[in-house]
């Protein structure tokens, strides 16, 4: 690594005072992508004044050549590395013969023939797989000293100008996910140089298990490094090196206790009569005498559980950057700790019965065989209270799934008993026949609650504000709503009886505890006008809103929201997005591919839930609109480029004549907006379910509307819709 790193400070060293910025980097955020395509035909549909990085090729203008340039780059098209004619590379062929040396000398023995030698004035550079030097060399040969068994070469140390007329470097390095081979990094990009480094990455397991509780942990550090470097006979030097570094870990522990108990005991028996079955001269020699048998039975089984799980992640990026004549260094991080399940359960169930049999026995004894029926109720409980959820004391959240239900176990069974010559014993046949049917429905400890929802009243100045709730409970209880103020202030409350039990119609609260339910919901009803929808005369009747989520009028942009986030951040990347462990393959939610999920994870959700909505969360009564209501709005609405006050964007008409105006807010990639002006970029709330990290958006241009596949940790434009209550 000390080679490797000592081989970076001499690049740094050795570059010059002009630098720009990265071959094809047209919007300059140190990637080449289809931004930089989309940024090029901004400039040419709108006849903008033409900027160097635009005019890739250099041919002093911008046009469709320079569009492919990029393509071709992205593509692993980038423009071939050449060296300047007087470099003498020093290659693995020489390493049995180089001696003595160091970054600015060697020595040759005169065995090596002239033509596999280095002239005076030649730079010298030897290759990652040259191994005399310890730090490699880079320099111009300024003298040429015989010696004794060859030649000493003395040299001064050169910058990257005096080797190359052209080079791209794009590559990522990091160490085999094998933490045995972590010494074997691997190019994750094609690159005209080759780059080597030993990258940490080992991991951590530990495990114990004794005394009903088992408890494991498990962590991992690795290291990516990314090179960028572009020099082309035409622009000038860019170079930057991004080095990743990224701990995660994970504990886990269950501890668990369990009982089981069953008892039966007689409550009488009765002998009914002899039936013969065999007789010799007219004497019933043998004969069955049918019993009846009536036995009780309890039984109790439980279990009590403590399960916890926790995760602590860490992530910093270093970015050292040349550009535009000066080096500028920057770093972040990002921590991600916590616990993720803290739960105690109590599952198990008391029950009684009775169990009624009939035996045939042989001449009276102990020899028979019979069938018994066993019937009975069941009484099960399974209490959960979740730590997790139980923040701020919301104790509802936290046990609200715990229940208790009632069931009939009944089964038929086979059965022998006998006694020969001193040995007596019973046996019977499992179950031939058996069930447990519920024989009334299940009953909750707390109800469950709708998402409160908002609609204007008649008149427009009242708001009506509902939620249900559903499910039987154990006991009677009251339920309501609370509505409060910005200040949490509270301002009015509203209390019903309700009650699925039997037991009476009372009002009660269950224990004499008021418990604060989930979900909760943000309105604003405010306005005694509904100026913030327009019906555009769509035939489903979607109606859209005027402005975009976190806008106070229509032309202005709003807040940038990453797909599956409900508030705007500083940074947009995969470090910081809600629904992953730190990159686009370890999500953690809405995840359709095992590949893409976090150790694995998948849930199959294609669709944002309302808690995971930005429109939900910050626009009253709105929605993130489906891809249908966006495909809707593209085909039965005609989209025009104009300005409002100012501000770029699309006017779309309704087939009824009604408008909304969409400004090219751009998009957020890291800590700051890109293509604002030029482009609009818009979320839907549907996932891309063959590409789990990305998600579908509406893009528009001033050339063009349409589809266009987001990567969910970007920062888009939200425009919320709604279903006309008319």
Known sequence: MKKQLLFMLLVIMSLGAAAQSMYGDVNGDGVVNITDVNAVISIILDGKTMTPAADVNSDGTVNITDINAIINIILGGQPATELKSDVFLLTADYNDVITDADTVSFTLPSTVPDAKRPLMGNVVVSTADCTPFPDGIMARVTGIVPVAGGLRYNCVQVGLDDVFDQLFIDVEIEAATDSTAADSPSLRAPAHA??????????????????????????RDRSIIRVTASKTRNTPWYFNINVRNELTSNFNMSAASSADFYRSFDLGSLTVGRIPILFIYGVPVLFLTPQLTLKGYVEESGEVRLDYSGHFNRTDVSSYTYSDGQWNISSTYNNDGGTDVAQISMRGYAGIGLIPGLKFALNGTRNGVGVSVSAG????????????????GRLYDACRDSYCSTTMPWQVSLYASWSVLGHTGEASTPPLLSGEPKIMEDRYLLPLFTTPAYNKGNPETTAIISTTSSR????????????????????????????????????????GYTLEASPLASFKIDKEDDGDWVDLGLPSGTIWAT???????????????????????????????????????????????????????????????PSDDAACANYPGGRMPSPEQIHELTVNCTWQWTQRNGVNGRLVTGPNGNTIFLPAAGYCWYESPNGVGSSGYYWSRALISSHPHCAWSKFSNSGYAGWITGTRCYGFTVRAVRVSQN
């Open 377 to 392: 109720v069941r009484e099960r409980l399974d209490f959960v209270f979740d730590a997790t959820q139980f923040a701020g």
């Open 547 to 609: 402005r975009n989520v976190g806008a106070s009028v229509p032309e202005d942009y709003g807040d940038y929201f990453a797909w599956g986030e409900t508030a705007p951040k500083d940074n947009y990347d995969w470090s910081t997005y809600k629904w992953c462990n730190g990159s686009y393959n370890t999500m953690t939610k809405y995840c359709t591919y095992s590949s893409y999920g976090y150790n694995g994870f998948t849930d199959g959700k294609t669709e944002l839930d």
């Open 194 to 219: 080759t780059i080597s480094a030993e990258l940490w990455n080992a991991t951590f397991d530990a495990n114990f298990s004794g005394g009903g509780v088992t408890a494991t942990a498990h962590a």
């Open 472 to 511: 039987r409970v154990l006991l009677p209880t009251t339920v309501g709503l609370r509505l409060f103020d910005e200040n949490d202030n509270q301002l009015k409350s509203w209390q019903q009886g309700y009650s699925t039990t039997e037991l009476d119609n009372e009002q009660h609260a269950v224990m």
